[in-house]
C-alpha cells in the first residue's frame, strides 16, 4: 500500500547500533572471565577466533565517545554471562561487574540508552560440563538467577532488556549448545529440549523481572524474516506457510501463547522431537509474556513444496548450518527477484516490512530492530576513508520500510543496525564487516585495531540527526 500522508518516527524514536559480547570485547581470558561455548569451540584454521575481537574491553571510553559523536540514543551490547559467574553459577566476579558498570555509567553520561542482551551465545561452558548445559531442566534456574542478578545490580539505569538472541540459532547449531558428536538426528532432539528450557526460563525471568518491580521493557531478540513462496503454485504457498512454523512462529506461540501450535506438535511427533514438558511450563509462559520484541532481520528466503520420496523420507533435512530443505515440507531455492551480499544473503527490504507486519498482527507487541545489516568486504583507502555506499544503500532503503510499517499501524520502539563498529562475524571471522566504524586489524593481522569512521558513520549521523527525514 502506498500512503498520501506519512507519519514520522516518534521524537524518542530510538535509534542505536548493536554488538555481541563475544564479537566485540576480546579479552576471552581476562579480568577473571570463566569460558564459554565459544571459547571452547574447535578454532577454524581459515578464520579468526574471538580472542580478541575489537578489543572493546581494553577501549570503552574511546568506543562510547564515538557512538556519542554518531548520535546514538541507544546501544544494544550484551554481557558475557562467564565475565559475570565464570561458572555460570556460584561465585560472583567483582571485576566483570565493575567492567559493565562502567560501561553503562559512560553510555548514560553521554545520554544513550543502554539496551543489555542478558545472553547472546555466549553459553557458560561450566555448565555443559556440570549437567549439560541448556539440555537439562537445571538450566533454568541457574539462568533465571544469573538474570536477576543483573536486573538488581544494573537494573537502576537499564529499561530495556533482552533475555535470549536468536533461541532458534542455539537450538539449531549444536556448538552453541555445547554439543560435540555427529548425530545430527540426536542434536535435533536434544536441540527441541533445549528449546522448551530456554522458553520456561524466558518466562521466569519475565516473572522475577516484574516481582522487583523493575521498570521497563524485556522480550527476545528473535531471528525472524518472512519465507516466501517460490511461485503462486498452493504447494509453494503451503511450504511458505509451513517454513514460517517451523522456523519462526513455533518460538514466538511458545513465548507469547504458551503454545505448541497443532501442526507443530504433529511436525514434532512425527519426527519423535516432542520434548518433556513439565505440569505448569505452559501456564507460565502464558502467564510472564514479553512486554516487547527485539527482531533481527538480514534476508528474507523463497521456498517450493518438497515432497517426500523413498529417497528423502519424512524427517530427511538437508544438512547446513541453518536447515534448507526438509522432506515433506519446504527447499530454499534462489529468489531471481532479489539480488544478494557477498554471502548470498538475499538483500530484501520489502521483506522487513513484511515481517514487521506479520509479527504485528500475530502478536501484537512494541518491536525494537535488534539488528538489520550488511556484510561486506569493506576497503580501507589512504588517507584513512571506507567508502561503504552499499552500507548505506541497504540502510536506507531498510529504514524507509520501518517508516511504512509504523504507517501500516505496527508499534516501534527504534531501530538499532547491525554493527556499531566492526566486529568478528559470528560465522564468517573479520573479513566479513558490518560497522561504521572500522576497526584497523585483519583475520590473523592485528594491526593496530585503530578506530576509523566510514562514510556510513556519517550518513547515520545525519538520519539520527534529523530523526529519520534525512536518509
Ligand atoms: C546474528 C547474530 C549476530 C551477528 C549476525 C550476523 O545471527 O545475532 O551475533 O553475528 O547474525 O551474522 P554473521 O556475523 O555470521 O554474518
Not at 94 to 123: M, Q
Not at 329 to 344: I, M, P, Q, R, S
Request: proline content about 4%; glycine content about 8%.
Amino acid at each position: 500500500m502506498e500512503y498520501k500522508a506519512y507519519t514520522s518516527f516518534d521524537p524518542d524514536f530510538l535509534w542505536g547500533a548493536s554488538t555481541a559480547s563475544f564479537q566485540v570485547e576480546g579479552a576471552a581470558e581476562e579480568g577473571g572471565k570463566g569460558l564459554s561455548v565459544i571459547d571452547v569451540m574447535p578454532k577454524n584454521p581459515a578464520i579468526t577466533d574471538f580472542s580478541v575481537a575489537a578489543d572493546h574491553y581494553h577501549r570503552i571510553e574511546e568506543d562510547v565517545a564515538l557512538m556519542a559523536e554518531l548520535g546514538l540514543k541507544v546501544y544494544r551490547f550484551s554481557i558475557a554471562w562467564t565475565r559475570i559467574f565464570p561458572d555460570g553459577n556460584g561465585e560472583v566476579n567483582e571485576e566483570g561487574v565493575a567492567f559493565y558498570n562502567r560501561l553503562i555509567n559512560a553510555l548514560i553520561k553521554h545520554h544513550i540508552e543502554p539496551l543489555v542482551t542478558i545472553y547472546h551465545f555466549d553459553y557458560p561452558q561450566s555448565l555443559v560440563e556440570q549437567y549439560g548445559g541448556w539440555i537439562s531442566r537445571e538450566s533454568i534456574e541457574d539462568y533465571r538467577s544469573y538474570a536477576a542478578f543483573l536486573f538488581k545490580t544494573y537494573g537502576d539505569r537499564v529499561k530495556y532488556w533482552l533475555t535470549i538472541n536468536e533461541q532458534d540459532h542455539v537450538v539449531r547449531i549444536p556448538s552453541r549448545l555445547g554439543l560435540t558428536g555427529d548425530d545430527h538426528y540426536e542434536q535435533l532432539r536434544l536441540g527441541y529440549q533445549a528449546n522448551h528450557h530456554m522458553c520456561v526460563a524466558t518466562a521466569l525471568t519475565i516473572k522475577t523481572f516484574h516481582e522487583l518491580g523493575m521498570k521497563g521493557k524485556i522480550g527476545p531478540a528473535v531471528s525472524y524474516s518472512m519465507v516466501h513462496p517460490a511461485s503462486s503454485h498452493p504447494d509453494d504457498v503451503l511450504a511458505s506457510k509451513d517454513a514460517m512454523l517451523i522456523k519462526h512462529n513455533y518460538l514466538m506461540d511458545l513465548h507469547c501463547y504458551g503454545e505448541y501450535s497443532y501442526s507443530f506438535q504433529s511436525y514434532l511427533e512425527e519426527r519423535d522431537f516432542m520434548p518433556a514438558i513439565e505440569d505448569g511450563d505452559l501456564e507460565l509462559m502464558k502467564q510472564y509474556p514479553p512486554t516487547m520484541l527485539g527482531v533481527n532481520y538480514y534476508f528474507s528466503e523463497a521456498v517450493r513444496a518438497f515432497p517426500a520420496t523413498e529417497e528423502f523420507p519424512i524427517g530427511y533435512q538437508k544438512k547446513s548450518l541453518l536447515p534448507e530443505a526438509e522432506a515433506g515440507v519446504f527447499e530454499v531455492v534462489k529468489n531471481e527477484n532479489l539480488a544478494a551480499t557477498d554471502w548470498g544473503w538475499e538483500i530484501d527490504p520489502v521483506g522487513l516490512r513484511l515481517t514487521l507486519r506479520e509479527l504485528h498482527e500475530r502478536y501484537k507487541l512494541p518491536m525494537i530492530i535488534t539488528e538489520n545489516g550488511i556484510g561486506a568486504y569493506d576497503k580501507l583507502e589512504e588517507g584513512d576513508i571506507v567508502r561503504d555506499d552499499y552500507r548505506i544503500s541497504y540502510l536506507r532503503e531498510h529504514i524507509k520500510q520501518v517508516k511504512l510499517a509504523i504507517n501500516d499501524g505496527v508499534t516501534m520502539l527504534g531501530y538499532c543496525a547491525w554493527s556499531f563498529m566492526d566486529v568478528v562475524s559470528g560465522r564468517n571471522g573479520m573479513e566479513k564487516r558490518y560497522g561504521f566504524v572500522y576497526i584497523n586489524r585483519a583475520d590473523f593481522d592485528l594491526k593496530d585495531m585503530r578506530r576509523i569512521k566510514k562514510d556510513s558513520f556519517h550518513w547515520y549521523q545525519k538520519v539520527i540527526a534529523s530523526n529519520g527525514e534525512d536518509l
